[in-house]
């Protein structure tokens, strides 16, 4: 697969576009699209391997259930083959709105929001009783609660329509499906939302299984286990959004309740629920795409690097990554995908520890390295993104490096616009790119071994 994924030598870097590219009125035009012959021709000079774009589930089937409108994303898809780029096509079953870098609003498709509004334990729900829309619990994946459908077959007759729109294109210009599995197109819980000011940097977050199927699912789980009280609810004492680990007793260093034998429990539950919802979804686009030649699938992991200088992790926890200081929580998930062939995409490639504010105990690169391992061990090809927008010839270092050492398949950049394009952003964007392709040819650079380095080693 990592061969496969880099048609040129080195690590191919993609450039994700605007949030907004298709119009969401109608989904048939694009905007800006004046500016984007002359923009994608500019990445195509720049040695740009290709493009990656959200294909909206609210857009493409927001009018009726199984009526799908792919039009601007076909005009999109023609306008990369004609300036010979790829595409990464995103099937990106959340809503757009109410996380980092979101700038547009698009919910998703009108009738899945109607059953929604209906039975409102179809969205995830918290211990507060806080309802979150941007992606339908996973805990109901398999009841035909969308109109007869359920949601797994909504996913997965949307990307059969995508094959089938866009056959002529798959192999040759479309090169990878990454497929959305939650929030922000990301393989977890909603556990951090930022709309509403819910959620702020760096906050533990909070546990979403209090939605009566997740609950129900629970409840079995305790009674199979032999301690039916536990199956009434997730941890009382995990704190709230915002807290830190140490103020609340179920994260806290010593004793805390996540390392108890319920804490084991809830936790394995917790993040075996995420896992088996990766599982039934890639399901779906392998039985889509598998034999499209020439189109591979990936998942997109979150970065959830604050708080991981902690025994708990209590972040990732939250998220449903059951990783701690004593356990691995990213070979389970990287094995999920290589039953599947798929890519593990992850994010804060970008970042280093030093940048980070220090009583948030953020660990980017040590969590890098580990999930980098992660997929090593379990034969996945890793590829990976900037969380967040930069520019500096830093951030730039910090990916080329990482890229070589980790041997990476490929780089998404974040993202295209008017920032990109300023002079002296292209031009720095345009050297790491040409360094990039670079990276592959060099085995890659050695590196002192640190304290971080067994932290992680002690995991699994």
Not at 105 to 117: G, Q, S
Request: charged fraction near 20%.
């Amino acid at each position: 697969m990592a061969e496969c994924a880099a048609s040129k030598s080195g690590v191919p870097v993609f450039v994700m576009m605007p949030l907004d590219t298709v119009k969401t009125c109608c989904g048939n035009g694009l905007n800006h699209r004046k500016t984007m012959a002359r923009d994608l021709a500019a990445l195509q000079s720049a040695g740009v391997e290709g493009i990656m774009v959200d294909v909206w589930w609210g857009i493409v089937e927001g009018e009726e259930p199984g009526m799908y409108n792919f039009d601007g994303y076909m005009k999109l898809v023609g306008m990369a083959r004609d300036a010979g780029l790829k595409v990464q096509a995103v099937m990106s079953f959340h809503q757009c709105g109410g996380n980092v870098g979101d700038t547009v609003n698009i919910p998703l498709p009108w009738w899945v929001v109607e059953e929604m509004d209906k039975d409102q334990d179809l969205a995830y729900t918290d211990q507060w009783g806080r309802r979150s829309y941007e992606y339908v619990s996973l805990g109901c994946d398999d009841m035909p609660v969308l109109q007869g459908r359920t949601p797994v077959q909504c996913y997965t007759d949307f990307m059969s329509a995508f094959r089938d729109h866009f056959a002529a294109f798959l192999g040759n210009t479309i090169v990878e499906i990454q497929v959305g599995m939650g929030p922000a197109g990301e393989l977890r819980y909603p556990s951090y939302p930022e709309s509403e000011e819910t959620w702020k940097f760096p906050g533990i977050g909070a546990f979403q299984c209090y939605d009566k199927y997740m609950l129900s699912n629970l409840a079995t789980a305790a009674a199979t286990a032999g301690n039916p009280d536990w199956g009434l609810g997730g941890p009382t004492d995990a704190g709230d959004y915002n807290s830190c680990p140490d103020d609340t007793d179920f994260f806290r260093q010593d004793g805390g309740g996540w390392g108890t034998e319920y804490g084991q429990f809830f936790m394995s539950w917790y993040s075996r629920m995420l896992l088996e919802h990766g599982d039934r979804v890639l399901s779906g686009a392998a039985s889509v795409f598998g034999h499209s030649p020439g189109v591979h699938l990936s998942a997109k992991v979150a970065g959830i690097h604050w708080h991981y200088g902690t025994e708990s992790h209590a972040p990732e926890l939250t998220a449903g990554y059951y990783n701690t200081q004593h356990r691995d929580g990213y070979l389970p998930i990287a094995r999920v995908l290589g039953r599947h062939g798929a890519v593990l995409n992850f994010t804060c490639v970008e970042m280093r520890d030093h940048e980070q504010p220090q009583d948030a105990r953020c660990q980017p690169e040590c969590l890098v390295r580990q999930v980098a391992a992660a997929a090593r061990e379990a034969g996945v090809g890793l590829a990976g993104e900037n969380a967040l927008p930069r520019y500096d010839e830093a951030a730039h270092d910090q990916v080329v490096a990482t890229a070589q050492e980790e041997q990476m398949v490929a780089f998404t950049y974040l993202r295209m616009g008017p920032d990109l394009f300023q002079a002296e952003n292209w031009s720095r964007f345009a050297v790491f790119v040409k360094r990039m392709s670079d990276a592959g040819s060099s085995p890659p650079r050695s590196r002192q071994k640190t304290n971080e380095d067994d932290a992680v080693s002690v995991q699994g």
